[in-house]
């Protein structure tokens, strides 16, 4: 039997890509650190998508062993990941001198680490089956530096470079890599990156997390290798290349300044 397999599963765009996932007939499992989120979301998931059977594992992926751990997990129950989503990741607001150094290395770990180490780990039986898809979820913070959120923004960049070449190295394999780019999005992300009071977000009307989740899987169909959501969206990341990069600082940096600031 053949998998999809999704971390950061238990909300936000996570939880919604599961829901999309699920409709189309893909079985899950399901990754994150809330066991009992993950057992409801499984309960709710094969009530409602019949066609779909769910796993789960409880996991904290931003732990430096976490991708080594999951990849045993599966191997061991059997379970062949045709599909491999990395969408688990968080972000936090505020000037870096005065940032949680704990907090920055495990955003590192888990945005960039646990992504880069599933990729090499499920890669190579996906190739030998001539089969196989990543998503990799970016941002549209992949395309510029980002003032108060400059660790978040350059994890990002990561994510979307480091995707945008595997998918060139994957050519004729029958495996493809595609870099999901978001920009805001109703979720539980603002909140836990202590994003809830920044005027930008006041402003634009923003997307939810089930009108990402569904653009994604038809990007993911259609082999695209960069998906960003949105028209605004795009816009703002094509001019990120071509303005001044003092510009582009500076824009950035008012945009998510606090108004009480």
Wanted: aromatic letters at 8%; proline letters at 3%.
């Amino acid at each position: 039997m053949t998998y999809t397999l999704l971390t950061g599963a238990s909300s936000g765009i996570g939880y919604e890509l599961a829901q999309v996932f699920a409709a189309h007939g893909h079985n899950l499992i399901l990754v994150a650190r809330s066991e009992q989120k993950l057992k409801e979301l499984k309960i709710q998931l094969e009530k409602e998508f019949t066609l779909s059977k769910s796993e789960v594992v409880a996991l904290d992926l931003s732990k430096p062993d976490s991708a080594e751990k999951l990849f045993e997990i599966t191997e061991s129950k059997g379970w062949t990941v045709d599909i491999l989503v990395n969408n688990a990741g968080f972000g936090d607001h505020g000037a870096f001198v005065k940032s949680d150094l704990k907090k920055n290395q495990e955003m590192i770990d888990l945005n960039i680490l646990t992504l880069t180490k599933l990729c090499h780990l499920y890669l190579p039986k996906m190739i030998q089956n001539r089969n196989g898809k990543i998503l990799n979820v970016a941002s549209t913070a992949s395309f510029q530096p980002g003032p108060l959120m400059s660790v978040y923004y350059a994890t990002k960049a990561y994510v979307l470079h480091f995707t945008e070449g595997l998918h060139e190295e994957l050519q004729g394999t029958g495996v493809t890599a595609m870099a999901l780019c978001p920009g805001a999005t109703a979720s539980g992300f603002q909140a836990a990156a202590n994003l809830s009071n920044v005027a930008l977000l006041d402003t634009l009307k923003i997307p939810t997390s089930k009108d990402v989740a569904e653009y994604a899987y038809v990007a993911l169909k259609k082999n695209k290798v960069v998906a960003i959501h949105g028209k605004l969206n795009w816009l703002f990341a094509v001019s990120a290349g071509f303005l001044p990069r003092a510009i582009v600082r500076k824009v950035a940096k008012k945009l998510q300044e606090k108004r009480n600031n």
